[in-house]
């Protein structure tokens, strides 16, 4: 009779982890959308719009924080700035966009399937489908 229970349990919860993942594994098609490039249309060129992104950085206190304690000041990064040509400039905008705020997320990613594995084992334990803490 146990074992009946048990089987019947493993194919409701089978069927049901089947339908939920099947539910959740279609993903939505959003329509996509011509979005037009900041540098098209415009009065200012690749430059001038870089420079401002960057000056946007420049501005921020943690940045001049960390600037200041390398030793460099206000005018020596703006003099350096005007030294760069258009493609290091470009560069330097471009590479602000990927900087991550928060820092790297693979730890975080790693810790939250190590807990997602453990919880399973919890309630598989708890629901006696299998004997994990049993030696």
């Known amino acids: 009779m146990i074992f009946f ?27 996509a959308m011509f979005i037009p490039s900041p540098y098209e249309g415009s009065g200012t060129s690749h430059r001038e719009t870089d420079l401002q992104k960057i000056q946007k950085l420049l501005e921020s206190k943690l940045v001049q924080h960390k600037l200041s304690q390398l030793g460099l000041s206000r005018e020596e990064i703006e003099d350096r700035l005007h030294q760069l040509d258009d493609q ?9 966009n990927a900087l991550e705020a928060g820092g790297d997320s693979t730890a975080a990613i790693v810790i939250i399937i190590v ?21």
């Open 5 to 31: 229970k048990k089987f019947c349990f493993n194919r409701v919860f089978v069927c049901y982890l089947t339908v939920a993942f099947s539910i959740l594994s279609f993903a939505s098609s959003a329509p």
């Open 88 to 96: 290091q400039i470009h560069q330097v905008a471009s590479q602000i």
């Open 115 to 135: 807990l997602l594995v453990l919880v399973g084992f919890l309630v598989l334990e708890l629901t006696g489908i299998i004997d994990v803490l049993k030696w």
